[in-house]
């Protein structure tokens, strides 16, 4: 019996499944149908193979399906080729004989990457007749891990079909996912739009280059929004200047600087505003004796002048920290 965890969804002897006599039909299916790759989803959900609290999505294309779902956190290869194997079964039984083969994408939000399987339909008629073990079948499957970007699956995440649709797939998870906490992420869709206009004309050295460079945008403002928690979380544990106004105002920037409204200069001078409090506590120092140079530092932070407000902190940091 193969298990994933405590999964109900597939907790399932995978023999039982790919060999019973249970089939879904889906008569009107053709290959290149939005109406059939919908109904591949619809399918896959029914088959309870999925996480039902994961995105998933089907296309259909000659003689490939393509399906791409998130990789369940910590999960094997092993257990993605399974997967793979349950959710290629399940789709070539809704699919003409035309269609031989389904990829299977898994996106791992938390490694940064992806990971594919393909599943030929021979394989699965070869070894639903018993003329290929569990383990062969599995030992004759590939997976291959590419990229390093992170994302988190929400709404209707769709990416135009060609060269690098991983990739793209999850640059515009992470889109999505700024766009939940806050984000204003309108310059960020404006170039993936130009990203998929380079994938639609199927130019690869421009797309490997707008990829790159989206990518590393995302992951600056992926960290501002974290560092904009961080200092949110601070302020209501108690962190901060020690006055109310000075806490309203670190939840203030942590707002302006999720929705990237800030520098990351000001964010980061923030955290250091916080830890200095806590590092003076801890020394049983006073504070708000260095409020007249904060309120300068304050200043020049405001102006941009960000050298001159980084000496005064440093001077701060050494007095304060013994």
């Known amino acids: 019996m193969f298990k994933f965890g405590k999964l109900k969804w597939i907790a399932v002897p995978l023999l039982t499944l790919v060999i019973s006599n249970i089939s879904f039909c889906c008569p009107s299916a053709n290959a290149g149908d939005a109406a059939t790759d919908q109904a591949i989803v619809d399918l896959i959900r029914h088959a309870k193979i999925i996480n039902p609290a994961y995105k998933l999505t089907a296309s259909v294309s000659g003689e490939e399906a393509l399906v791409t779902t998130q990789r369940k956190p910590k999960a094997t290869d092993a257990e993605c080729k399974i997967q793979s194997v349950l959710?290629?079964?399940?789709?070539?039984?809704?699919?003409?004989?035309?269609?031989?083969?389904?990829?299977?994408?898994?996106?791992?939000?938390?490694?940064?990457?992806?990971?594919?399987?393909?599943?030929?339909?021979?394989?699965?008629?070869?070894?639903?007749?018993?003329?290929?073990?569990?383990?062969?079948?599995?030992?004759?499957?590939?997976?291959?891990?590419?990229?390093?970007?992170?994302?988190?699956?929400?709404?209707?995440?769709?990416?135009?079909?060609?060269?690098?649709?991983?990739?793209?797939?999850?640059?515009?998870?992470?889109?999505?996912?700024?766009?939940?906490?806050?984000?204003?992420?309108?310059?960020y869709m404006a170039y993936f739009n130009q990203i998929e206009e380079a994938a639609k004309a199927g130019d690869e050295k421009s797309l490997t280059t707008k990829i790159a460079y989206l990518r590393e945008h995302l992951t600056d403002q992926e960290k501002m929004v974290k560092q904009a928690h961080a200092i949110s979380k601070g302020v209501h544990s108690g962190m901060g200047t020690g006055t109310g106004t000075g806490s309203s105002a670190f939840e203030q920037m942590a707002r302006q600087f999720s929705a990237g409204n800030l520098p990351k200069e000001q964010v980061d001078m923030a955290m250091r505003e916080a830890a200095l409090s806590s590092t003076a506590t801890a020394h049983n120092k006073d504070i708000r004796l260095a409020q007249p140079r904060l309120n300068q530092l304050h200043e020049l932070m405001n102006a941009k002048r960000f050298s001159e407000a980084n000496k005064i902190m440093t001077e701060l940091e050494a007095e304060y920290s013994h």
């Open 87 to 187: 959710i290629a079964k399940t789709a070539f039984e809704a699919l003409p004989e035309s269609v031989q083969r389904v990829t299977v994408i898994f996106l791992d939000y938390d490694a940064d990457a992806s990971s594919s399987v393909i599943v030929k339909r021979a394989e699965v008629k070869l070894f639903g007749s018993g003329g290929l073990t569990e383990k062969d079948l599995l030992s004759s499957l590939v997976i291959a891990t590419t990229g390093a970007t992170s994302a988190t699956s929400s709404g209707s995440t769709s990416v135009q079909a060609g060269p690098a649709q991983a990739d793209r797939l999850l640059l515009l998870g992470r889109i999505e996912n700024l766009k939940k906490q806050g984000t204003n992420v309108n310059a």
